[in-house]
């Protein structure tokens, strides 16, 4: 009889594109477990089954408990986790994707460490959500300011739009219930957006934390990804939303826009974005195995999976026998 832990974990190859799968899936007061590939949701309603390679966040809100069994699968079809609070508006945790390639974390690395390389990425960001402008030669300062003047102008915009009577952004943190509906439904679009930036974000293998706008955070890059589709996407649909009226304005929010974001292709959107703002030359992501060197000297990299000892081959070998990086790693426990 097998057993889960002897299952051996999916190739990349295997897994579903970040770009078919849901963008999120928002379970609370319920059990969570495992049945196969697919995870299990019950409560006194009955069990629901939702295949775990075609979920991009789940959210875990009040009252649900969930197995090891079920993080198991969910860690091994690259979903990522997040602990949210009532309605999905409050980030508590998140259990972070698995990931194979360090290309595109490299990349941003390297764009994050320079300050000149990290102002060109903010303004590229700009550039993205605001294509009529250039910023190009503006300071930190200057795109703060255009940036809070666009939004500005898109809440006015869409409150006319809808007719929704707009008296400004106002929000307690840690109390959804204080603010009116059109500000609920903005802070559960925007919940909705960080985690499904930081699906994306987790899926390429890139820093949560590194970011080129937000800073000082363990989400900054998060915050900047989702950002990114504020005033095009959350904005609108929150108003939306908020239009036809205020009952249950949590969850509303949480279905207008994942249908959204799905009809829009977010996801592939997101991944092109991201790619384009930390590498815009290109970066190889290798997706047929894992791929693991060795730095040397002057940047030059050798094999892993081999022994770089004294007592070595001239060819930088053991001297028992060569095996594949694949297994020996595998064999050392350090993929599994």
Request: hydrophobic share 40%.
């Amino acid at each position: 009889m097998t057993t889960i832990s002897r299952r051996p974990a999916s190739s990349p190859r295997q897994l579903t594109r970040v770009g078919d799968r849901l963008s999120f899936v928002y379970l609370e007061r319920c059990v969570v477990h495992r049945d196969a590939n697919a995870i299990t949701a019950e409560d006194a309603e009955g069990v629901r089954h939702i295949p775990s390679a075609t979920i991009g966040t789940l959210l875990l809100g009040p009252g649900t408990r969930i197995t090891h069994q079920a993080m198991a699968v969910l860690g091994e079809s690259g979903a990522v986790v997040v602990w949210v609070g009532e309605n999905g508006v409050r980030f508590y945790a998140g259990g972070r994707a698995l990931s194979r390639s360090s290309a595109l974390v490299e990349a941003q690395a390297v764009a994050w460490a320079n300050q000149r390389a990290r102002l060109e990425v903010a303004r590229a960001m700009y550039r993205l959500r605001f294509p009529d402008e250039d910023p190009a030669g503006c300071t930190r300062r200057q795109l703060l300011g255009r940036e809070g003047d666009r939004v500005k102008r898109c809440y006015a915009e869409q409150a006319a739009r809808t007719g929704v009577t707009w008296r400004g952004r106002r929000f307690t943190p840690g109390d959804f219930n204080s603010a009116d509906a059109p500000n609920q439904a903005i802070t559960a679009a925007a919940q909705c957006m960080y985690g499904i930036a930081q699906t994306v974000i987790a899926a390429l293998g890139c820093s949560p934390g590194l970011g080129f706008v937000h800073s000082g955070h363990e989400l900054s890059f998060v915050l900047d990804v989702a950002d990114l589709y504020k005033t095009d996407i959350g904005i609108p649909v929150a108003f939306e939303v908020a239009a036809e009226g205020p009952e249950d304005i949590g969850s509303r929010t949480r279905r207008a826009l994942r249908d959204r974001i799905n009809s829009a292709g977010l996801l592939d959107r997101c991944v092109r974005d991201i790619q384009a703002l930390l590498a815009p030359a290109g970066v190889d992501l290798p997706d047929d195995g894992d791929k693991v060197i060795l730095l040397s000297d002057r940047g030059s990299e050798v094999a892993a999976g081999r022994n770089y000892g004294d007592h070595a081959d001239s060819q930088g070998g053991t001297l028992a026998q060569e095996i594949s990086t694949q297994d020996a790693l595998t064999q050392a426990g350090v993929i599994w």
